[in-house]
């Protein structure tokens, strides 16, 4: 399970002083500071030097700080990891990753901080084990713009084209004990299609989804939480399940459905997770 909470992962551009300013008061559980997408040719050099001051000067609570650098590909990828030495951040993201070896040429350029990937490649889907498995890796993100573009697929509420992709980056993740955040919602402001994706994707079993606007923020917060009946559900459990131990018994019964170790596996990490909220919200 994930130390931290991931419900709700903003992009911010780290171009934007204004919105870097106005992200330290959002109730987001962790923000990306993009030097990729988000930020124009144009503004690409000056960005790193705003947003190295911008982490310098702090005031994003326990929130996750995770920092986009530009594609391997481009010219500005090595300015940015070299702007980022020494900065004050959790996790660097790496864009487009095709496999373990865009880890390691990453890993080869910055000492000792988290890598993750975004996973929107082709490629990368199909590297999945790989990437997760390097030992640097601590997070999938899933670009999911990207993705389709590559795929050719249409956008289509249910994501049926993606799936598959969906999948195999939660599977890989799953596997290695990394998170694994959605992708993004583009229309920033339908908040029912919002919500449902959201319920789709706690429902795959993804950490959060990452978001655009902070207009998003609170439909993430509540869809990736545990429920108060998932709650209330976890200590049931548990308690059913110390109470059957005690009499010998390895199964108990709780609302006409069977309890046993791996259940408890879950609720643990229901009431974990929970907590885990808790603390950053307290701590906001
Ligand atoms: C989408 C936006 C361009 C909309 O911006 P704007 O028109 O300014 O929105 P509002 O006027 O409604 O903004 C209201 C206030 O909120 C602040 N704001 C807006 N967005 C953010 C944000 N992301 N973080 C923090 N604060 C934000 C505004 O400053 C306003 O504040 P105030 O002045 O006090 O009123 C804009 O939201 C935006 O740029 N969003 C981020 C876009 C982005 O990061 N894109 C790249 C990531 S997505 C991606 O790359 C996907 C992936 O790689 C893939 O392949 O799928
Ligand atoms: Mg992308």
């Given at each position: 399970m994930p130390a931290?909470?991931?419900r709700s992962v903003l992009y911010i551009p780290g171009s934007k002083e204004r919105a870097l300013e106005k992200a330290r008061g959002l109730a987001c559980d962790a923000i990306i500071f993009d030097l990729e997408d988000a930020v124009s040719p144009q503004e690409k050099v000056n960005a790193r030097d705003t947003?190295?001051?911008?982490?310098?000067?702090?005031?994003?609570?326990?929130?996750a700080?995770?920092?986009?650098?530009?594609?391997?590909?481009?010219?500005?990828?090595?300015?940015?990891?070299?702007a980022l030495q020494g900065a004050d951040f959790d996790a660097l993201l790496i864009p487009k990753v095709g496999s373990a070896a865009d880890v390691q040429a990453v890993a080869d350029q910055i000492a000792d901080i988290p890598l993750w990937a975004m996973m929107e490649t082709p490629a990368g889907m199909l590297?999945?084990?790989?990437?997760?498995?390097?030992?640097?890796?601590?997070?999938?993100?899933m670009g999911t713009n990207d993705l389709a573009?590559?795929?050719?697929c249409r956008f289509r509420a249910d994501r049926l084209p993606m799936l598959t992709s969906l999948q195999l980056c939660l599977l890989a993740a799953r596997a290695e004990g990394i998170v694994a955040v959605?992708?993004?919602?583009?229309?920033?402001?339908?908040?029912?299609?919002?919500?449902?994706?959201?319920?789709?994707g706690r429902d795959m079993g993804f950490d959060g989804k990452t978001l655009i606007h902070p207009a998003q923020l609170a439909i993430a917060n509540t869809a990736f939480a545990p429920t108060e009946a998932e709650i209330d559900l976890a200590e049931r459990q548990i308690a059913a399940f110390d109470a059957a131990k005690a009499e010998g018994q390895g199964v108990a019964v709780v609302d006409g459905k069977i309890v046993e170790n791996l259940h408890i596996v879950t609720a643990q990490e229901t009431l974990a997770k929970?907590?885990?909220?808790?603390?950053?919200?307290?701590?906001?």
């Amino acid at each position: 399970m994930p130390a931290r909470p991931y419900r709700s992962v903003l992009y911010i551009p780290g171009s934007k002083e204004r919105a870097l300013e106005k992200a330290r008061g959002l109730a987001c559980d962790a923000i990306i500071f993009d030097l990729e997408d988000a930020v124009s040719p144009q503004e690409k050099v000056n960005a790193r030097d705003t947003l190295v001051s911008a982490l310098s000067t702090g005031g994003f609570g326990n929130r996750a700080r995770i920092v986009r650098i530009n594609g391997l590909d481009t010219e500005w990828a090595a300015g940015d990891i070299a702007a980022l030495q020494g900065a004050d951040f959790d996790a660097l993201l790496i864009p487009k990753v095709g496999s373990a070896a865009d880890v390691q040429a990453v890993a080869d350029q910055i000492a000792d901080i988290p890598l993750w990937a975004m996973m929107e490649t082709p490629a990368g889907m199909l590297n999945a084990a790989e990437i997760a498995a390097h030992p640097r890796m601590a997070g999938f993100v899933m670009g999911t713009n990207d993705l389709a573009k590559e795929l050719k697929c249409r956008f289509r509420a249910d994501r049926l084209p993606m799936l598959t992709s969906l999948q195999l980056c939660l599977l890989a993740a799953r596997a290695e004990g990394i998170v694994a955040v959605d992708g993004v919602y583009n229309a920033f402001k339908d908040e029912d299609g919002l919500r449902a994706e959201c319920e789709q994707g706690r429902d795959m079993g993804f950490d959060g989804k990452t978001l655009i606007h902070p207009a998003q923020l609170a439909i993430a917060n509540t869809a990736f939480a545990p429920t108060e009946a998932e709650i209330d559900l976890a200590e049931r459990q548990i308690a059913a399940f110390d109470a059957a131990k005690a009499e010998g018994q390895g199964v108990a019964v709780v609302d006409g459905k069977i309890v046993e170790n791996l259940h408890i596996v879950t609720a643990q990490e229901t009431l974990a997770k929970a907590a885990a909220i808790a603390d950053l919200e307290g701590s906001l």
